[in-house]
């Protein structure tokens, strides 16, 4: 493994509610090497969904350091998180976030063509026809199966080709055979590329399958492991 292309140090996220500040994150310190696939798991509301949001510059630490491939985000604007997120991440969410209005292939595009690449629709056709929609281009979400959403959502992220790939409960939505052939899939297209994965996830069997388990309590690292065996390594292209 490398240097981390992801570094915690420090970390604290609090949040303001009615009844007072909420303290999410405390003092969180990690770093995630280039090529590693790392789950977070832990309870409802360990802190490990927010943890994921702050690494991927979605929610802003309130204390400490976060630096993605080697650059600080704090200084960073909006603006600047959105590009770095552009260049460097893909993001795939439990509840898919597709545009309803937009068919499988503007979907899985639109990240390319905003940042203007002329590739976006020739990238967008061959990642559907990789994750198994080459038939699905023209249907828009609501015409699509739960994990054909989802397939849908991992091939938008994938589209710029990320270095660092963050997975909120991707299975969270999807029953339990279907859950299996998407995980299979990410994995699968996650080792091609030799990327970064840093899925959240409650399903211990699915942390099992990763290079290394970071398990969460009220806020804080309760234990990080290293996977002696990872089977995911085995997962065939």
Do not use: Y
Request: proline fraction near 5%; glycine fraction near 10%.
């Amino acid at each position: 493994m490398s240097e981390p292309i992801i570094q915690l140090d420090d970390v604290h996220l609090t949040l303001s509610s009615k009844a007072g500040p909420v303290h999410i994150l405390r003092g969180v310190s990690l770093g995630v090497p280039a090529g590693q696939l790392a789950a977070i798991v832990g309870p409802s509301g360990s802190g490990k969904t927010s943890l994921l949001m702050v690494m991927a510059g979605l929610e802003r630490a309130s204390s400490g350091k976060v630096a993605i491939a080697g650059r600080a985000l704090t200084p960073l604007s909006e603006d600047e998180l959105a590009v770095l997120r552009g260049a460097e991440m893909g993001i795939i969410f439990q509840s898919f976030h597709l545009v309803p209005t937009m068919t499988a292939l503007e979907n899985v595009a639109l990240p390319a063509e905003l940042a203007g690449d002329a590739r976006a629709f020739d990238l967008a056709r061959d990642l559907l026809r990789e994750v198994g929609l080459g038939d699905r281009f023209d249907h828009v979400p609501a015409q699509l199966s739960g994990g054909e959403q989802q397939r849908v959502a991992i091939a938008r992220a994938l589209v710029r080709e990320p270095r660092i790939i963050f997975a909120d409960e991707p299975t969270g939505n999807l029953d339990g055979r279907t859950g299996r052939q998407i995980i299979d899939l990410l994995f699968g297209l996650r080792q091609r590329r030799n990327a970064t994965l840093v899925i959240v996830t409650h399903d211990d069997h699915l942390a099992g399958l990763a290079d290394r388990i970071v398990r969460m309590a009220d806020g804080s690292i309760e234990a990080d492991d290293l996977v002696e065996t990872s089977p995911a390594r085995a997962v065939s292209p």
